[in-house]
């Protein structure tokens, strides 16, 4: 039998791919004929497994050595070389006689995955708690179900975010020569009202129309989005109830209305702090001396809406809704030298924890304890409670090689120790 090498634990940045049925039935079948082995990690321990049986229902595997704290309702979690390619799957154990276990067959495989490294159970004897990175808040402002952390380095270091009042006088010098007139609108007490006002805090992106003898943008250059498309556009007009024969003829009022008003171009850029949009800044261009809004003038707008929502930080404007930022512990389900997977209750911490948000973890051992950062890349959720997968950042080398002998249960190469430090 041929074991799996090192080399094949570790994956390109592809996302994971769900097999379909009958290519999963498939690679079954194969895995029983050809006897491919499936790797299985627990409590440190390396165990392989090969199929016995498939069937719709169910899925019998022979284990290469008998063990024990294997139980029923257990959750298997498999990986397998198939053909060059990393396959991972989870089966739900039924029943456990001498080496061979019986299990419900698996809804799905999965196939390209974007993981450094194995996921095993979480070994007994280690302990994970997190930590928020900053404050986090419960605020009333129309929330997103992810956000990009705010980035200040483009933001010119001649405005002072202390002074609100010095800010919005830069912002109306600069847009006075760029445009016929701006606005700038902090929701506060007041939920959005206009159609622009909804489309951008549901979306998080900014309503650009160069112009109104157009049409919305068909596509966004930007590497992280920040336009409403005018397919995203009709998506949101679908969503509020007109009818999908009306959306095109909708879409096109919306830009007609604004041109018969005598706008010839305007932008509205959302305000973020965090997950929420908390205002707006809104410019446009009623008379034929300006220039059409390009991209830089949506550059230099993202550039004011971050250095505004500082300066409100700063100043308090949210302190009424900060959280007391105390330790927590996440149900962690399984986790690699690389992250982890966590479960929490849907509580007001578990809604602030969206993609991008990084975290401080503690792993204590009773030899050690590692603490290192970690972003939130994944959540999912059931009925009662949110499920979180979390990616190790810059963890110290030295970490990387402890945390992996002792989940693992066995050493780990030099030449494996450069290539997680660049992954975790």
Known sequence: MNFLPMSVFFKDKAMATAIKRIEKDFILKVLHDEQIPLLYHLDRNEYVFT?????????????????????????????????????????????????????????????????????????????????????????????????????????????????????????????????????????????????????????????YIPSTMGSLPSTDPYPKSRLITEDMFKSYLEGTGVGPVFIHEACARFIKAKNEKGILSELWVPIFFQEYVVGYIYIWIDKSDKQPFDYAVIDALYQFAAIFSHSLKINGYFDSGKLDNKPFYGNVIDISASGLLFVYPQTPIATSLLPECELSIDLVTPRRKVTTNAKIVRRFNDNTQWYFGARFLDMAPEDVRFLFEFIYGKPIADSDIEFLVDQV
Not at 110 to 125: A, E, F, Q
């Open 51 to 207: 199929v016995v049986k498939s069937s719709k229902d169910e899925i019998i595997l022979k284990s290469n050595r008998s063990f024990g704290g294997l139980k029923e309702q257990d959750k298997l979690s498999l990986l397998c070389d198939f053909r060059g390619q990393i396959v991972t799957f989870n089966a739900d154990v039924t029943s456990i006689k001498d080496d061979l276990i019986t299990a419900v067959s698996p809804e799905f495989l999965y196939k390209n995955l974007d993981r450094s490294y194995k996921r095993v159970n979480i070994p007994p004897d280690l302990q994970v708690q997190f930590t928020f990175l900053g404050d986090f808040y419960s605020l009333s402002y129309p929330r997103l179900s992810e956000y990009e952390i705010g980035d200040m380095s483009g933001v010119s270091h001649e405005l002072d975010p202390k002074d609100f009042s010095d800010l919005v006088g830069e912002l109306a010098t600069w847009a006075k020569n760029r445009a016929s007139g701006h606005k700038l609108h902090i929701f506060k007490d007041v939920q959005p009202a206009t159609t622009e006002e909804k489309v951008i805090a549901q979306t998080g992106r900014s309503i």
